[in-house]
């Protein structure tokens, strides 16, 4: 097989990296693609003939479209058409309401469907032209008139109208109680209730979702697109336009950022197949920035959190209320509260889930959905609780240690945690932190420490995984997997390599193609522990065949070896520490007059065992701010935050995912924030000069540290967990609470601005 994607060269590791073992600190394969510009994301594919979409966007949030004028639009030199829910073509998907693979339950958003308008931002027109400038410029001049209705924006005004999603109809499992927390709160010495506030958080990955649609001859669509997964999208797109799978593939080679914003298929992709299918050309739709900010978003939650505990610390009540936003379409639900009931020792607790639906588009996950604001309550209250017992935070931490599961009594999958918390409080310096607030000063600068544990679940799903070896040495493993910027494309060459024995530069993985075998979406830090399980699989099926092959070949070194005996280096087989034995890989396909050798596995968890246990992954973080007192700004000065995350096998990619991951924790605890005009039902905001995202200048110290951990119920291949997520998890907690240490100033909302802390 040669390369499935030729006009995008699959990376791999420059020359001389040589070989490789899990843990081992390997650049990424594909960063000189990206650095030098090789890298084409899915807006910069070119095609003969190719059209511009350009999407214009409702006003209002509630309401009835009552008339189109695309006259001047259609008058723009180059235009070739204006679709609207008017003139658009039939597709039978969308009469039909299919879904995509990851949508939650209700009724999918579904672009120009008709007439009515479900929030301020949906697209009411697609302007198609031979030039982008010309498309862009004419869809300024569609107009619409729309008969309008009360519509509903704000959370805080509506909390009285939350409902309990139908677990069924929304696909989720409603989160237990355990015990009469009501009671033991009551009844206890020590108690805090609090709650908390946070606003929408938007998705901006450096890349705008973009779909390119090349259209062949025969009318085949090879469709480029910014996705969590080319399957989940081909799949959709097959459904909705009624295209058998075959004159239909998504590509996704290379993205640019995601963070769940491409786990579910944007309106560009339908709208772009839509128009190249109507005109029988090929076509491109880029969303703007400003588009992205109302394509879903993570929701706006309130909480309610009560801790209660003896005068020693130990915990006697956790109860935990969270009120989502979701849309009037879909019950989107992330249950926000789940963690509360898995982490900490408890007997009595209570957990409660509620949304309220609003006139916006459905929110969709962003990095931990649900923990980055539930984890955040839940931390910021145990920091409370601490000052109530005036115990050391760390401390009320450790003494509520649990072993097994609170709520359900099932031990944990692996959980080294206390390792976390000894590794990260011994290297940030924890043990000299005086309790008191406001007692460290540096000139106008206040002085805080806080910290936080992170929790986040640990998934593996089902996958498929084909490993070629090639005559000429080189192996070449791909699944249709993605790699959102998270280093999927090092990651499992390098589990390849390793398993191979082969330098790494003779490896490459194939990911980003609709036609490759199974793989999930890219989601739910879940790549590694199923598609890196996959390459494994597929790799040790592999080698099995090759000694059976070596072992059959004439005079071989090897025909009475035993299979444990056999080791793979160096691009050979050979028994152990014994280099005479040597056989070539490339000698057992020649011997057997084969150019290629190609093994498939499937991945699936180990449902049965994985049922008895938890299986989580854990952080705790540890961070100084410096608040000036006069100005109320915050720098968070340092960050140490010490993952368990189950075995680590690239150790650079998956330090940076952490790393990433605090980044955003610093932009979530103090800069992000939207403002909705709830007048126009409409986020105000949205662009990039006032919605603050973190930039250099905001980040400072941040150091990683993994934990000693091995995890065979989650990976039985690898033994790892995942860390696309953990590393934003509780980090804005862990602000927050130094922020308290420095100020004396408890803030229970996001961002903590300067105007919350004067
Ligand atoms: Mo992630 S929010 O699972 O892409």
Request: net charge neutral; hydrophobic share 40%; aromatic share 6%.
């Amino acid at each position: 097989m040669t390369d499935l994607i030729p006009e995008l060269r699959t990376p791999s590791a420059p020359e001389g990296t040589g070989r490789v073992k899990s843990g081992m600190p390997v650049s990424r394969v594909d960063g000189r693609a990206k650095v030098t510009g090789q890298a084409q994301y899915a807006a910069e594919i070119h095609a003969p003939g190719l059209r511009y979409g350009v999407v214009a966007s409702s006003t209002i949030a509630r309401g009835r479209i009552t008339a189109i004028d695309t006259a001047g639009a259609l008058a723009v030199p180059g235009v070739v058409a204006v679709l609207t829910h008017l003139n658009r073509p039939k597709v039978r998907g969308f009469d039909l309401a299919y879904k995509d693979m990851t949508a939650p339950g209700g009724s999918p958003f579904r672009p120009l469907y008709s007439d009515q308008v479900f929030y301020s931002g949906q697209p009411v027109a697609l302007v198609v032209a031979d030039t982008f400038e010309a498309a862009r410029h004419a869809a300024q001049l569609v107009r619409v008139s729309y008969q309008e209705e009360a519509h509903e924006t704000n959370l805080l005004a509506s909390l009285d109208q939350a409902y309990k999603p139908r677990p069924l109809k929304a696909g989720f499992t409603p989160p237990s109680s355990t015990g009469d927390a009501d009671k033991a709160y009551e009844a206890a010495p020590v108690k805090i209730a609090s709650q908390f506030y946070h606003g929408v958080e938007h998705h901006n990955p450096m890349e705008m979702h973009a779909t390119t649609v090349v259209r062949g001859e025969d009318g085949h669509l090879t469709i480029y697109d910014k996705t969590q997964s080319s399957q989940n999208n081909r799949w959709y797109v097959s459904r909705a336009f009624g295209l058998p799978k075959d004159k239909v593939t998504v590509r996704n080679p290379y993205v640019g950022g995601a963070f769940g914003s491409g786990l579910r298929p944007q309106y560009q992709l339908t709208l772009a197949v839509m128009a190249a299918l109507h005109l029988e050309c090929s076509v491109r739709v880029v969303l703007t920035r400003q588009q992205m900010f109302s394509f879903g978003h993570r929701p706006e939650t309130w909480q309610k959190v009560q801790l209660a505990a003896n005068e020693d610390g130990k915990l006697q009540a956790i109860v935990h209320e969270a009120i989502q936003e979701t849309s009037r379409l879909e019950d989107y639900v992330e249950v926000v509260v789940n963690w509360s009931g898995q982490l900490y020792a408890c007997d009595n607790i209570k957990l409660g889930y509620k949304l309220v639906a609003h006139d916006r588009h459905s929110p969709i996950d962003m990095r931990a959905p649900g923990a980055a604001h539930g984890m955040h309550a839940l931390e910021v209250a145990m920091d409370e609780l601490a000052y109530k017992l005036r115990m050391d935070p760390l401390e009320l931490r450790r003494i509520n240690y649990a072993d097994r599961n609170p709520l359900e009594g099932k031990p944990y999958s692996s959980k080294e945690l206390g390792q976390c918390y000894d590794k990260g409080a011994q290297r940030f310096g924890w043990a000299g932190r005086p309790i008191e607030p406001r007692s460290m000063r540096d000139g106008d600068e206040l002085i805080g420490w806080g910290m936080a544990t992170g929790m986040w679940d640990s998934l593996v799903m089902v996958a498929r995984v084909s490993a070629q070896l090639h005559a000429d040495g080189r192996l070449v493993v791909s699944s249709a997997a993605s790699d959102i910027g998270t280093g999927t494309y090092t990651v499992m060459s390098m589990i390849a390599a390793e398993s191979m024995g082969l330098p790494m530069e003779q490896v490459s993985f194939q990911l980003g193609d609709s036609t490759l075998p199974f793989a999930p979406v890219e989601g739910g830090s879940s790549h590694v522990a199923t598609v890196g399980g996959g390459v494994h699989g597929a790799c040790d099926k592999l080698k099995k065949r090759l000694i059976r092959m070596a072992k059959a070949m004439p005079g071989s070194p090897l025909a009475k070896a035993r299979p444990q005996d056999i080791a793979f280096e160096d691009g050979a087989m050979m028994l152990r520490h014994r280099p005479e034995t040597a056989v070539p890989l490339g000698a057992v396909l020649a011997a057997s007059g084969l150019d290629r050798l190609e093994e498939k596995f499937m991945m699936t968890p180990q449902m049965l065992k994985q049922r008895k246990y938890t299986r989580a992954v854990h952080s705790a973080v540890f961070c100084e701010v410096r608040v000036n007192e006069k100005l109320g700004i915050v720098r968070v000065t340092r960050v140490v935050n010490a993952v368990a995350a189950g075995r680590i096998i690239s150790a650079k990619t998956a330090a940076s995912q952490i790393v990433g991951g605090v980044v955003w924790g610093i932009s979530h605890a103090l800069h992000e924030e939207s403002f909705t005009d709830h007048r126009f039902g409409r986020f105000m905001n949205h662009n990039y000069a006032e919605y603050h995202v973190a930039t250099n200048a905001d980040v400072h110290d941040i150091e990683v540290i993994f934990a000693d951990e091995d995890d065979r119920v989650v990976s039985r291949q690898l033994g790892a967990k995942g860390v696309g997520e953990i590393g934003i998890v509780s980090t804005s907690a862990a602000i927050a609470n130094a922020i308290f240490h420095a100020t004396g100033r408890r803030i229970r909302s996001t961002p903590i601005t300067p105007d919350k802390i004067l």
